[in-house]
């Protein structure tokens, strides 16, 4: 079946430096979300993408539609303790179905 | 904005018993909403599309004599899991597409299932 595959599985950093995630697929996408998930709580949208190419901003948080629609990336910028997570990448691969990443652990250290 | 809700929030049973688990979305009609299971460290895998008013639609692998959806009206949808058993234990998400707003969803906060 589909799949989204998102590296690194795991981040540790320092409170303060910017962080890079993407996200892979071998299929096209034409819908590309980000979420993030706290633990034992449901996941929470952060950016959507809707065309290739498009770059989008959400506060410190910026992603990209990759051209070829087989991959998106998320920046976070000046990371703090609350941006500890689970991130996802998520896309729509029919018009009915969302399928999710394999998901980042993001870890920040005051 | 738009809001999922889950009940119960956590619940824990016996082996071979039955738990059903309701999703609402509380401020919008949801034509739609999906049914997702995440096992510790893990994604959320689909199980099944709900759709009101008729038979939901399951993915691979999904037993849909175990895992009971009824989608009976626009605000609600509930999963049963029946006969339960330990290897039933799981994170159980819900999500509601917002019938006004094209795909977006949005997601309940889940119900954590132990079976004992």
């Known amino acids: 079946g589909q799949q989204l595959n998102q590296s690194p599985q795991s981040m540790f950093i320092q409170e303060g430096e910017d962080v890079s995630m993407n996200c892979t697929s071998s299929?096209?996408?034409?819908?590309w979300l980000w979420y993030k998930q706290d633990p034992g709580e449901g996941p929470v949208l952060l950016i959507a993408l809707y065309k290739a190419g498009e770059l989008t901003s959400n506060g410190r948080l910026t992603a990209q539609f990759g051209i070829t629609r087989k991959d998106s990336f998320l920046n976070i910028s000046a990371s703090i303790p609350s941006d500890v997570g689970i991130y996802f990448c998520?896309?729509?691969?029919?018009?009915?179905?969302?399928?999710f990443g394999t998901g980042t652990l993001l870890a920040v250290q005051p | 904005g738009a809001v999922v809700s889950q009940h119960p929030s956590r619940v824990i049973c016996k082996s071979g018993t039955s738990v059903k688990i309701e999703c609402r979305s509380l401020d919008f009609q949801a034509t739609t909403m999906f049914w997702y299971r995440q096992f510790p460290k893990k994604s959320l895998m689909l199980m099944a599309t709900?759709?009101?008013?008729?038979?939901?639609?399951?993915e691979q692998g999904v037993e849909k004599d175990k895992f009971l959806i009824n989608h009976a009206s626009l605000t609600l949808s509930t999963l049963t899991v029946t006969s339960a058993h330990p290897e039933d234990s799981s994170f159980y998400i819900c999500?509601?597409?917002?019938?006004?707003?094209?795909?977006?969803?949005?997601f309940g906060p889940g119900t954590r299932l132990t079976v004992l």
């Open positions: 709900s759709n009101e008013g008729s038979k939901a639609t399951y």
């Open positions: 998520a896309g729509f691969y029919s018009t009915n179905k969302l399928i």
């Open positions: 999500s509601a597409r917002d019938r006004g707003s094209g795909h977006t969803q949005y």
């Open positions: 299929s096209i996408f034409n819908t």
